[in-house]
């Protein structure tokens, strides 16, 4: 069993910043990728960014120049640098793990419970 704790959420005025951690924890054998998603109330969930474990990374056109994901290996842990922010950005944001559990098995996903940015004056 693997889990996953987000941190860093809260509300922040438009043009502010916010940097979201997320640890994962268990049963790792290896990480594939980790990624964050977002869910704005009403709207469903979309991939923001995303990093693997060679350090590719990969946004949403709508976050592109705004928001950094990086991570660190050796503590499982992943981080999504948000500048410039917006109302638009203001949502749930959830972070997810493809791992493996053993050379071979997997990869499976895991998610975590979410933490919520607001961004407004």
């Known amino acids: 069993q693997v889990q996953l704790v987000e941190s860093g959420g809260g509300l922040v005025q438009p043009g502010g910043s916010l940097r979201l951690s997320c640890v994962a924890s268990g049963s790792i054998f290896s990480i594939n990728a980790m990624r964050w998603y977002r869910q704005a109330p009403g709207k469903q969930r979309e991939l923001v960014a995303a990093?693997?474990?060679?350090?590719?990374?990969n946004y949403a056109d709508s976050v592109k120049g705004r928001f950094t994901i990086s991570g660190d290996n050796a503590k499982n842990t992943v981080y999504l640098q948000m500048n410039s922010l917006k109302p638009e950005d203001t949502a749930v944001y959830y972070c997810?793990?493809?791992?493996?559990?053993?050379?071979?098995?997997?990869?499976?996903?895991?998610w975590g419970p979410g933490t919520k940015v607001t961004v407004s004056s």
């Open positions: 990093i693997t474990s060679g350090s590719r990374t």
């Open positions: 997810n793990v493809e791992f493996r559990v053993a050379p071979g098995v997997g990869p499976f996903g895991s």
